[in-house]
């Protein structure tokens, strides 16, 4: 297929976003109308992402495709590039929007007669073609851009509900942390630009960059998109915004957004940037590390599903960021077999937690819609209420925490060779913390099994708490729909991961020219370790056959034992009372408490106890035990150094904003002296 076809296709999918979005918002009195359009127009444009995104990938087209539109002004070049790199998150976007778009038509049925929904429809179409604008700009000032209206877009999706002041304070901690992200990179780029005299991102050449530079440009960049990704300590917004906004948003938000800030690290630090230094990598690993474990435990410290969900995504970053760091090491020391299997690792587990990530927060969405809370303690016997969605979410819980045969373990399963390969491929310090976070990783992993235990047992099983999930029914069709596609792909990406595996190494080929799955000794099966290292295998589709075969033996057994068995009903033991009622069963807040423990000096538990006294000092009438954690990063980091930004602000008020026109003058004079010594020193 020739390169004009495929970016007609591809430009084609952004004219169909653009238009939806213009045609919803003129037709905002028709809550139908504008939904069709809006959604339908979503899916057609995702399609056509994914269509350009998979012919690229299969090697059907072996170069980059690019547009360039030109212009005497160098900075206003347009330039549009379809590499391998693009197109693997052309297809992340792509996909999800496309089933996101699904579960819309029946999720935002929320709303109606509630709020403009055609707004919505408008935002939710610029902001997944803002996305796919940021992953295809071919110059850095058109990534700024396109980083900027993703970013604005975003903003305004997450203040929808805008009437909440929750949502109000959501969104402002959104805005401030995205543009000081959006400072850092400007300064890294800046630096690129002064030192290669080039705004083209292929074209910029590390050679001409001094070492110190270069270091420097690399924090600059990693601080600007590590804020996007929700690296902790700049994390602060994610858990204010992904609750704030509506769920089919928050599903694009931890699904794709935050992996724009990924698209970033791997554009810029380890392609452009050429990574020299260990240490790069190092701060990659360790940032990583200690993301994926507090990620987890302030997760399990939440009760709010859609917050606690949020938490994960911090923890999942960090995965990400573990694969990323290990791959900036080996590229390093010249071990490119190494960094193209940490590469994949990382990449994989970013399509798979988009994938089972997403599907949890269409989860998350169900739940709110049926039952209008997103407390889990006031939650409980939902399976029975909601079957679908009880299964859906199971296997996404099942996925994120990495059981086999789902997709989050073959991801999880290639990071953890990747380090243990690449304990021995570099100084003794970074295998030392190579060790120590492949530790932290099966910690997560642990912590994350114990999360999501909670969540689906508070949520789904036992008996309804309040009246709102006792009169909880299954979600409509559309979002079944959606979920049920995601669901299907978290089981194929983990029982047949070659497949994705082998897209992958398009990327490899691009960054590193060298493939993995020419290294695997079966391809029909999953391996973990190249051949010529020699090490462990697995097999997930045959790991399933096994499982159904056990399962259907123990059921072969159990009917053969019971079909003769004499049933007898009793009363279970029940510390004394004859009917338990569901105040009588574990509660999130209960379950959690082990571990609220063993991390008290990082939650800092706060106690109240409230008790109305009775008729006598053994008698009360009513008695409520509040438990909460402290927010460590906001008290102790973020409350402080707002605190001094005021306080600074406020005495530079009156030296700078004295109300004179004199001194406004002096200003100008001053500046402009300035800059005249400035040019006459630099040209002389």
Not at 261 to 282: C, D, K, M, N, Q
Not at 317 to 329: K, R
Not at 507 to 523: E, H, P
């Amino acid at each position: 297929m020739p390169d004009s076809a495929v970016l007609y296709i591809f430009f084609t999918g952004l004219f169909i976003f653009f238009t939806g979005a213009i045609i919803s918002l003129l037709l905002h009195s028709g809550f139908r109308i504008s939904t069709l359009i809006s959604y339908t127009s979503a899916i057609v444009a995702s399609a056509c992402g994914i269509f350009v995104s998979l012919l690229k990938l299969s090697n059907f087209l072996d170069h980059p495709v690019s547009f360039e539109l030109t212009t005497n002004i160098e900075f206003l070049k347009l330039s549009f590039v379809i590499d391998n790199l693009s197109a693997f998150f052309i297809l992340l976007i792509s996909f999800l929007t496309l089933v996101v778009s699904i579960y819309s038509f029946g999720y935002v049925k929320h709303y109606e007669n509630k709020r403009n929904t055609a707004l919505l429809g408008a935002l939710y179409n610029l902001f997944a073609a803002s996305m796919l604008l940021v992953v295809t700009s071919g110059q850095i000032f058109l990534f700024l851009i396109s980083w900027e209206i993703m970013s604005l877009v975003s903003y305004f999706l997450v203040v929808y509900e805008n009437d909440n002041k929750e949502v109000q304070k959501a969104g402002l901690i959104y805005i401030i942390m995205t543009h000081i992200g959006t400072a850092f990179i400007t300064a890294g780029f800046v630096l690129l630009y002064k030192f290669t005299g080039q705004t083209v991102i292929n074209m910029i050449d590390p050679a001409l960059i001094p070492d110190s530079t270069k270091s420097m440009v690399f924090i600059l960049l990693f601080v600007g998109f590590g804020t996007k990704a929700g690296i902790i300590p700049l994390h602060i917004w994610l858990p204010y915004a992904h609750p704030a906004a509506p769920s089919n948003v928050s599903a694009l938000m931890s699904g794709v957004l935050i992996k724009t800030a990924i698209y970033g690290i791997v554009r810029f630090v380890l392609e452009t940037l050429s990574p020299e230094f260990h240490w790069w990598g190092i701060v990659i690993l360790v940032i990583g590390a200690i993301s994926t474990v507090l990620g987890v435990a302030f997760a399990l410290m939440e009760h709010n599903i859609k917050r606690l969900l949020a938490y994960h995504s911090i923890e999942n970053i960090g995965i990400i960021l573990m694969g990323v760091g290990l791959c900036v090491i080996a590229t390093a020391s010249g071990n490119y077999t190494l960094a193209a299997l940490s590469l994949t690792a990382a990449l994989f587990h970013t399509f798979n937690h988009s994938v089972f990530k997403g599907l949890l927060f269409l989860g998350a969405g169900s739940i709110h819609f049926a039952t209008g809370t997103k407390d889990i303690e006031k939650l409980g016997g939902l399976i029975k209420k909601m079957p679908y969605t009880a299964i859906f979410f199971l296997i996404a819980s099942l996925s994120i925490c990495a059981i086999p045969p789902f997709n989050g373990f073959v991801s999880e399963w290639l990071t953890y060779q990747a380090m243990f390969l690449g304990i021995n491929s570099g100084s003794t310090i970074s295998n030392l913390i190579i060790l120590i976070s492949a530790a932290l990783l099966a910690l997560a992993g642990a912590l994350a099994a114990y999360c999501f235990v909670k969540v689906f047992g508070v949520s789904f099983l036992a008996l309804p708490r309040t009246q709102h999930a006792a009169d909880a029914v299954e979600v409509n069709r559309p979002m079944l729909a959606g979920m049920g596609v995601l669901t299907t792909a978290c089981i194929f990406l983990g029982v047949l991961p070659s497949f994705f595996v082998k897209l992958l190494d398009a990327v490899n080929l691009q960054l590193f020219d060298t493939a993995i799955t020419g290294n695997i000794s079966s391809f029909s099966s999953f391996i973990s370790y190249p051949l010529k290292a020699g090490g462990a295998s697995i097999f997930p589709a045959g790991l399933l056959l096994i499982a159904l075969l056990l399962f259907s033996i123990l059921a072969f057994i159990i009917i053969l034992t019971t079909s003769k068995t004499k049933i007898r009903k009793y009363g279970t033991w029940d510390c004394g009372y004859k009917n338990p009622d569901s105040g009588m069963q574990y509660s999130a807040t209960g379950f959690s408490k082990p571990a609220r423990i063993v991390f008290r000096s990082i939650f800092r538990p706060q106690r109240e106890l409230k008790v109305e006294d009775g008729i006598g000092p053994y008698f009360v009438k009513a008695a409520k035990y509040n438990v909460s954690t402290l927010s460590v990063f906001e008290k102790y980091f973020y409350n402080p150094l707002i605190k001094k930004v005021i306080n600074f602000a406020r005495k530079a008020r009156f030296t700078i904003q004295t109300g004179s026109i004199h001194t406004y003058l002096l200003y100008i004079f001053v500046t402009i002296l300035l800059m005249f010594v400035y040019y006459a020193v630099s040209y002389r």
